[in-house]
């Protein structure tokens, strides 16, 4: 779907991107006046305190919500002039979402969760489940596949929601705090699973406030009071 | 989307909440099943009333003294004329070809005594074809005798529940009674039936014709029954009827002709439209479990709004939360009223074996419409929260940061 994109289009161009809340009263910047570029690839840490506005980014750029003023191209396509239905149908094709409360249906198994986005993508049901199988497999998790969410562990939990995730095998995978609901052990699982599909190609967004986990990035961006302040590249 | 991904994915919601599954099902299929049944009770009778009419037999032609206009009400019982139709009428009528039987009747109300006991009741006069034309059939003796036709004779036949007041269970045969003045002998005694066209013709007395006229003093001819030798010489013998009335009766054709059709059609549409008000009646409570739905999807929605969430997040337009929402009530109604519909005709079945004489019937129609309600309300009443649902921001949805009362 976007090998007929030039190269030197970045993934994700942001222009001046702005995002107001009321709070009481008083208005507030979330987001405040954010350019960015990130390549087809990369591997960005969003850090920052809480209410820098880093939430509301990965929303931005996960087409979860909607700018007030600004410009945002995704694959080289302005997104603004999108309705709903279509940013729908590109968050399904071109973006995995991996929350920290994981996010499974209880009453689904494993397998069943996964296949949602090939479900809502209206594939033939042998598609669904070879592809799900495939990526459950992915994340080391096949022999779980018809156990439900609470028969799982969190780390495979996780495993799990970062396989439905990947399994519509989208060019971007957006995550929030990935690890923040686990140990450190299953948290090291999940950022080496989360890693190595960045490796296979797939550009990675972790929002975090851990700085370890930000210092494994190839790309920092720090976040205060909705703008950047810090952009470290290699 | 496809339908049975669709299909597997709701059927999962509502195995998971069996209670709330349980809840709407029993209500939406207790709503149909009472359309369905209270209607079999307004068709039963229905049916019951045309069994009654098919009784008479559809060859079946009545004659009325005086001209009635008939249109939309019901037949007429007594017309009014100042020309009696009288016996001679009747027997220029019997010349007819198409006419296989004819019974004039006079009919009055008369004391009847027998010895301490004594009875008021109606007395007809008749010939011997009233039997056959009536389909009343002799249990003890015989029908009046032939010579009735045209002659006054002192014999009598009884119903059967006038015979056990009079006689207790002796017998009655060639038994002297009083009607009146005068004295008859009991020649028979009708077998028992029912009420028939709304005279009880178990508490009745009946006489020769002649001797009808004589007791009541009057030739006046209550009513002709006709029997025609055809079906389809119906509206030709109603043309001759006329024809030979008028020549008799210095060119008025002053009587009214009723043929089974035309009464039956009368009954028929009260009853259908009985029938259509109570089911309309038991429909209400459909549109009661619309509500139900309504207010339980409501909470649903809140219930659900992580998983909403997500599902948009996932790539689920508002259009694919909104389908999901109407699919599952769709589903519930549809199952509902299925189940609703066998409650309900189990329930007629029932009923058809305690009271076997009462035609109990659930028309097809009104399963079909009680069905159509039930899926119509429960689609009208999801609407609005599986558009709350399709509204939801995914974000807040998923933090679970939308109230559950908004």
């Known amino acids: 779907m976007n090998t007929s994109r030039p190269t030197n289009t970045p993934l994700i161009n942001l222009s001046q991107l702005n995002k107001q809340y009321q709070i009481g009263n008083t208005p507030f910047n979330a987001l405040d006046g954010i350019d960015l570029q990130i390549n087809a690839g990369e591997y960005v840490a969003i850090t920052g305190p809480s209410g820098s506005g880093k939430s509301t980014l990965l929303n931005m750029i996960g087409l979860l919500d909607r700018p007030d003023k600004g410009c945002y191209q995704l694959l080289g396509e302005a997104t603004e002039a999108l309705d709903e239905e279509l940013r729908a149908r590109r968050r399904r094709e071109q973006i995995g979402f991996i929350f920290q409360a994981f996010h499974l249906i209880p009453r689904l198994s494993a397998l069943e969760n996964i296949s949602l986005p090939l479900m809502l993508a209206g594939l033939p049901r042998a598609e669904q489940q070879q592809r799900g199988m495939q990526a459950l497999q992915q994340v080391g998790l096949g022999p779980q596949a018809s156990q439900r969410p609470n028969q799982l562990s969190g780390g495979q939990q996780q495993r799990v929601a970062i396989a439905r995730a990947i399994v519509m095998q989208p060019p971007l995978l957006l995550a929030d705090e990935p690890t923040g609901n686990l140990d450190q052990r299953s948290g090291a699982d999940v950022i080496e699973l989360l890693e190595g599909l960045n490796s296979q190609g797939m550009t990675l967004l972790i929002v975090t406030h851990d700085p370890a986990l930000a210092q494994r990035s190839r790309r920092q961006l720090q976040l205060v009071d909705g703008r950047i302040v810090s952009d470290q590249q290699p | ?406």
Not at chain 2, 238 to 254: A, P, V
């Open chain 2, 1 to 406: 989307m496809t339908l049975i991904d669709q299909l597997r994915f709701n059927t999962q919601v509502l195995a998971r909440q069996r209670w709330r599954t349980a809840l709407l099902l029993l209500t939406i299929s207790l709503g149909v099943a009472s359309v369905v049944v209270l209607t079999s009770v307004g068709e039963g009778a229905r049916r019951y009333i045309a069994g009654e009419f098919s009784a008479l037999g559809q060859q079946i032609l009545i004659v009325l003294p005086g001209k009635t206009e008939t249109s939309g009400a019901a037949p007429p019982l007594y017309g009014t004329s100042p020309r009696d139709l009288t016996l001679e009428d009747a027997n220029a009528l019997a010349r007819l070809s198409t006419i296989a039987r004819i019974a004039p009747i006079i009919a009055g109300t008369a004391r009847v005594s027998h010895g301490s006991v004594a009875r008021e009741v109606v007395t007809l006069g008749t010939t011997p074809d009233f039997f056959p034309v009536r389909n009343l059939r002799i249990d003890l003796g015989q029908p009046l005798p032939s010579s009735a036709v045209d002659t006054a004779s002192p014999t009598l036949v009884l119903g059967a529940k006038l015979k056990q007041e009079l006689f207790g269970n002796s017998n009655p045969l060639n038994q002297w009674l009083r009607i009146g003045e005068r004295r008859f002998r009991v020649v028979g005694v009708l077998e028992e039936r029912g009420e028939s066209l709304g005279l009880d013709m178990r508490d009745m007395a009946i006489i020769p014709i002649r001797s009808a006229e004589q007791l009541f003093n009057s030739a006046g001819l209550f009513r002709i029954l006709l029997e025609l030798k055809q079906i389809d010489q119906l509206e030709l013998t109603k043309r001759q009827i006329l024809n030979s009335i008028r020549l008799r009766h210095d060119g008025e054709d002053d009587v009214t002709l009723i043929s089974q059709d035309s009464m039956l059609n009368s009954f028929d549409n009260v009853l259908s439209t009985l029938t259509a008000s109570v089911g309309a009646i038991a429909a209400i409570s459909l549109l009661v479990a619309g509500i139900l739905i309504m207010n339980i999807s409501l909470i649903s929605v809140s219930q659900r709004q992580r998983e909403i969430g997500l599902l948009k997040a996932l790539g689920a337009p508002a259009s694919r939360v909104r389908a999901l929402f109407l699919h599952e009530s769709l589903l519930l109604t549809g199952a509902g009223s299925l189940l609703g519909i066998a409650a309900g005709e189990l329930a007629v079945a029932l009923a058809l074996q305690l009271l076997p004489n009462f035609p109990f019937y659930a028309p097809l129609w009104a399963e079909l419409a009680a069905m159509l309600i039930a899926v119509g309300s429960g689609l009208l009443f999801s609407w609005w929260p599986a558009n709350r649902a399709a509204g939801l921001d995914p974000v807040l949805a998923m933090r679970g940061a939308i109230g559950g009362h908004q």
